[in-house]
């Protein structure tokens, strides 16, 4: 009952205009941020501790309503992925072309702003991708969320040992693979790295994968257009990782900071970047 409550849902929002479903997720954005104290104190100490720390302009009530439209983005394009890539502006589509077609796979990264979920439709059109994701614990709920990722050329794959193995492999074949790099890993699959300011326990993953792979690294953002009117994608290839664990942790931290300032207003704010995973060590100075 619950799947098929949740697929109504789904369908109805699927059926407005974009600009109509951004507009619930702007309402759903406040709601949460009205009716929740825990949920207002985190998105609060996120925005306004990343925002001065590198002074930009604060809109918090901005990024409230954007944190809904991050939602309701994200189901639109599940359901609408035709009329989703038909919205899409690109910008330094060329730097992908060169660094795919050069034999060691390409490490697609794109964090939780604004349209992301755009990103990996937009890469498979023309090459296969592999894409890691988190499963969620209740059975039926995953399975909905998998359907509504379905989409040609693309196959996602959980975060464990089997999706790390399929990811391997789309590298050795020359094929792509995508990271949400702003993700907190489980315990012992990262390290404490500076992130606005304050230690974030940060996946090695990417690293890992793109040197054992000499594979090129891009990061993705796909900013969210006013009105309804869609997203615009940018592209930047980054620097190779360093070796050192610590390092690379600290330069896609960095990465992901320059890539939250195309566009702060349209990241997952009240998402516990800070938080202490189970079986991790202790972050520094605790």
């Known amino acids: 009952m619950r799947k098929f ?3 109504l849902v789904l369908n109805g929002l699927a059926a407005l205009p974009l600009a109509a479903a951004q507009g619930v997720g702007a309402f759903l954005g ?4 009205l009716g929740s104290s825990k949920y207002r104190r985190l998105f609060r100490q996120n925005y306004l ?39 899409i502006e690109v910008f330094n589509w060329d730097i992908v072309e060169r660094a795919i077609n ?8 794109t964090p939780h702003i604004g349209g ?34 379905t989409f040609p050329n693309l196959h996602f794959v959980p975060t464990n040992l089997y999706g790390v193995r399929q990811m391997t492999r789309a590298l050795t074949r020359g094929e792509a ?7 907190v890993p489980s315990g012992g699959e990262g390290v404490w790295a500076n992130f606005f300011g304050r230690p ?3 996946t090695t993953l990417p690293a890992k994968l793109a040197n054992r792979h000499k594979s090129p690294i891009i990061m993705f953002v796909a900013k969210r257009k006013p009105c309804g009117a869609g997203w615009v994608i ?23 900071e320059e890539a939250i300032q195309v566009a702060p207003e349209q990241f997952i704010w009240a998402y516990n970047r800070f938080k202490h995973p189970s079986g991790a060590e202790l972050p520094p100075n605790k």
């Open 5 to 7: 409550l949740l697929n």
């Open 30 to 33: 406040a709601i949460a941020y």
């Open 49 to 87: 501790a990343a925002t001065t720390q590198n002074q930009l302009p604060k809109n918090l009530w901005g990024a409230i309503f954007g944190s809904g439209m991050l939602l309701t983005d994200s189901l639109w394009i599940w359901r609408n992925p035709q009329k989703a890539l038909n919205l």
């Open 102 to 109: 050069g034999d060691h796979g390409l490490l697609m990264m």
């Open 116 to 149: 992301f979920e755009i990103m990996p439709r937009m890469l498979a059109q023309r090459h296969k991708a592999t894409i890691l994701y988190r499963p969620v614990r209740q059975h039926w709920l995953n399975e909905v969320v998998e359907a509504g990722r």
């Open 177 to 183: 693979i995508g990271i949400l790099p702003d993700q």
């Open 200 to 202: 974030a326990y940060t």
């Open 234 to 256: 940018s592209a930047k290839q980054l620097p190779p990782f360093p070796e050192d664990s610590l390092l690379a942790a600290t330069a896609l931290n960095q990465a992901i």
